[in-house]
DNA sequence: TAGATTGTTAATCGATTAACAATC
DNA sequence: TAGATTGTTAATCGATTAACAATC
């Protein structure tokens, strides 16, 4: 039952196809076309039909697709519907952010959050403590961590990363400004908020300095 | 003197290189070549070449590129060079956490915080105000803001997203869990981190599933 | 049945990689 | 000059779109 290879353009589309059909589920829509579909999401109804035939037919000829069950198929095809331990390493601004976060509906469980900062030493975020970091291997030794949250400054990050994967974590999802250098066999999701705001700044001025041009003609 | 249209793959790969350059002028690297760039940041030398020469030629044949040079040409490529005044719209954890970043080394300066929370009137986050909501038109229109980061929940999202396209903000850097529903003239760069964490779902489960049939031969 | 809409194959388009002549 | 490495063209690969037969 081995399933060829998703491109990753396809997973990346996933989510947001959950979250139209979410909507399209709270307001009581039963089925949808994928030309309606479409419409919404401004792709084009070619694409949603190949990108969920990778993962088998949902739909039914001439009716389109229903929306509960799609909904529910691509919760499965993106793992909702299994559940996840998490911790949160680093708990600065971002990491206490995200801690009060509710990942829960996404099926990520936060079991702890870790830091080296003795002040922050017993604090709780949102019911869950903080712990110092030398107690992070018998944390792991003791409790199923599927997935660590990286919110620590870059000179960190790296070394960090190494360690997680020495004990066995296989999941990381990295907001620190950097390419954390772990092999294959760890799958890495980077959030790098600088680098979004970069390509922010270069579509804002491609943007202004095509108003010139068209001024100008 | 209007440049062709850039792909957005390529827009993407930018703010790395500039990561990777910005790195070796630390460590005082005076030239490198693409064999000896992308052996380091592991893409393939044609691709680096590629990318740089849609926007001209910055190496030298026979020579490589000067980091310094190239790092400096990326930052004005982007607009890192150019000064962005933004404000922040939603002072909870993630605002504030924002709030707390450090984005004026990529040219943007926080001038301004807004929530509808009283409580949270006046308070200061590193030396900058937050605002009532009702005084938004009146600070855009006595202020240059270029830039706004919404950090708002997603009901309120789409609404305010609407308003500000109509007080004139023509960028928008989007934390809500939705898409925004402005015009083509407004540039918006969502950051979606639920979705980022769905996908790590998916790749975790594929990698474990393809484990199992592995060990199943 | 007739109409609608999927699943899927074929055509197109774009992005990546390879190759190599130009040139430092 | 000889060696190295770019800039750029050509080849390949993959992703998107179009088309349509299958079928509900």
Chains 1, 2 share one sequence.
Not at 31 to 58: P, Y
Not at 88 to 110: C, D, M, P, S, T
Not at 119 to 134: F, P, Q, T, W
């Amino acid at each position: 039952m081995k399933q060829r290879e998703i491109s990753a353009a396809v997973i990346r589309r996933l989510p947001r196809y959950y979250r139209y059909l979410g909507e399209l589920l709270q307001n009581d829509v039963v089925r949808i076309s994928s030309k309606e579909l479409s419409n919404r999401m401004r792709v084009t109804a070619s694409q949603i039909r190949q990108d969920l035939n990778n993962f088998g037919g949902f739909g039914q000829q001439g009716y389109g697709y229903n929306v509960e069950y799609l909904h529910s198929e691509i919760g499965k095809i993106l793992g909702l519907d299994v559940q996840h331990n998490m911790i949160i390493i680093g708990a600065g601004n971002l990491g206490q952010a995200l801690a009060n976060y509710n990942f829960e509906k996404v099926g990520f469980n936060l079991i702890g959050i870790f830091d080296t900062n003795p002040r922050l030493k017993g604090v709780s975020v949102r019911g869950i403590e903080i712990y110092m970091m030398d107690m992070l291997d018998e944390f792991v030794a003791t409790h199923q961590v599927d997935v660590v949250t990286l919110t620590v400054p870059k000179r960190q990050a790296v070394e960090i990363g190494h360690h997680l994967e020495e004990i066995g974590i296989r999941a990381i999802w990295n907001f620190a400004p950097t390419d954390l250098n772990v092999s294959e066999d760890v799958c890495v999701k980077n959030v790098h908020l600088n680098e979004s705001l970069m390509t922010l700044s270069y579509e804002y001025r491609a943007m202004h300095t095509q108003d010139e041009e068209s001024g100008r003609d």
